[in-house]
């Protein structure tokens, strides 16, 4: 069982920058993919930004390709995304997944969720 708690969230203006972390406890992250997603109000959950097992390879949405950037660290017990140049339509609530696959863009490649951090960005 894999516990992903996600924190960083918050009130920001247009323009500005969030960087939120996702960590595991129990165990490392070293043998799953991992993802960033995110559902606004009255929205489906929409997938934002993915990582491979090796961290070698990383996927973003277009709509925020350039300005978010997913990463993880060497221990594998965390996983961040850099948020830059923040939109109000990034508004959301934001969870992080862990998965077997290799990488993944769907909420289907994944297992593990976090209870997610809300990101407010005001015009």
């Known amino acids: 069982q894999v516990q992903l708690v996600e924190s960083g969230g918050g009130l920001v203006q247009a323009g500005g920058s969030l960087r939120l972390s996702c960590v595991a406890s129990?165990?490392?992250?070293?043998?799953?993919?991992m993802g960033w997603f995110r559902q606004a109000p009255g929205k489906e959950r929409e997938f934002v930004a993915a990582i491979s097992r090796s961290g070698t390879a990383t996927y973003y949405a277009d709509s925020v390709k350039g300005r978010l950037t997913i990463s993880r660290d060497n221990a594998n017990i965390a996983v961040y995304l850099q948020m830059n140049i923040l939109k109000p339509e990034d508004t959301a609530v934001y969870s992080c997944?862990?998965?077997?696959?290799?990488?993944?863009?769907?909420?289907?490649?994944?297992?593990?969720w976090g209870q997610g951090t809300q990101v407010t960005v005001s015009s």
């Open positions: 997944a862990a998965g077997p696959s290799a990488v993944a863009m769907t909420t289907t490649g994944y297992d593990y």
């Open positions: 129990g165990r490392t992250l070293s043998r799953y993919s």
